[in-house]
């Protein structure tokens, strides 16, 4: 198994809504991270885990909390996020954290109404 | 901090070559890599380079790197249609270009 896996692909919430995007690899990577990326610009860092520790939190607004409850698995809760967070979200993984390349998965859509 | 700079737009016929260029303020990175991303899609790595080498081939895809002048470039030999994508330069896990809009043209 090679890829990681984003779940769901589409999500759509209210302002009021709690929601959580899963994200998960198969692939023995010991370091996963959340991206967000707006329409035509570049992934932008979030957070990073690296042996399910949190290693690296990009001064993230606290609407969003990860989670890493074991090697494979990545969540990121979602809560009281505002119309601007509507985005791309990505999650990837690297065998290491200053690892030769990065596995992205297919991202989750998120539109914040 | 590190930053990282791409030309927005590459317009080419197919058959042709591509070159993707790029360059970065810091050196410090270990690699530099080089993704694709499609409409909808995430990001796909097409390939990377160790800080320490100046060229890397694979398949129709080379990567040159020049440390001296902090120069990436991505040549893309015979590109077909299926290659019109975002192309992303990156330093690390957190520096990206604003990527280059490759069109291959028939």
């Known amino acids: 198994d090679t890829e990681v896996t984003q779940t769901p692909k589409h999500l759509v919430m209210g302002m009021t809504n709690k929601k959580s995007l899963k994200c998960e690899q198969h692939?023995?990577?010991?370091?996963m991270y959340w991206y967000k990326q707006k329409a035509k610009k570049p992934p932008e860092l979030m957070f990073v885990?690296?042996?399910?520790?949190?290693?690296i939190n990009e001064s993230v607004p606290s609407r969003f909390s990860p989670e890493c409850p074991n090697s494979s698995l990545l969540n990121l809760h979602l809560h009281a996020l505002q119309p601007e967070d509507s985005a791309l979200y990505l999650c990837?993984?690297?065998?290491?954290?200053?690892?030769?390349?990065?596995?992205f998965g297919s991202g989750t859509r998120l539109t914040v109404v | 901090g590190e930053d990282v700079e791409q030309s927005l737009f590459l317009s080419v016929r197919e058959g042709d070559s591509s070159v993707i260029n790029c360059t970065y303020t810091?050196?410090?990175?270990?690699?530099l890599y080089w993704y694709k991303q499609e409409p909808g899609a995430g990001l796909q790595l097409l390939t990377y380079?160790?800080?320490?080498?100046d060229m890397k081939q694979d398949q129709r895809l080379t990567v040159l790197l020049n440390k001296k002048d902090k120069h990436l470039s991505l040549r893309i030999a015979d590109t077909q249609t299926g290659d019109s994508a975002i192309y992303f330069c990156?330093?690390?896990?957190?520096?990206f270009g604003d990527g280059t809009t490759l069109t291959v043209k028939p």
């Open positions: 810091d050196s410090s990175s270990t690699y």
């Open positions: 692939m023995g990577h010991r370091a």
């Open positions: 990156a330093a690390g896990k957190s520096t």
């Open positions: 990837a993984s690297s065998q290491v954290e200053q690892g030769k390349g990065y596995t």
């Open positions: 380079i160790f800080s320490n080498m």
């Open positions: 885990y690296s042996y399910e520790k949190l290693s």
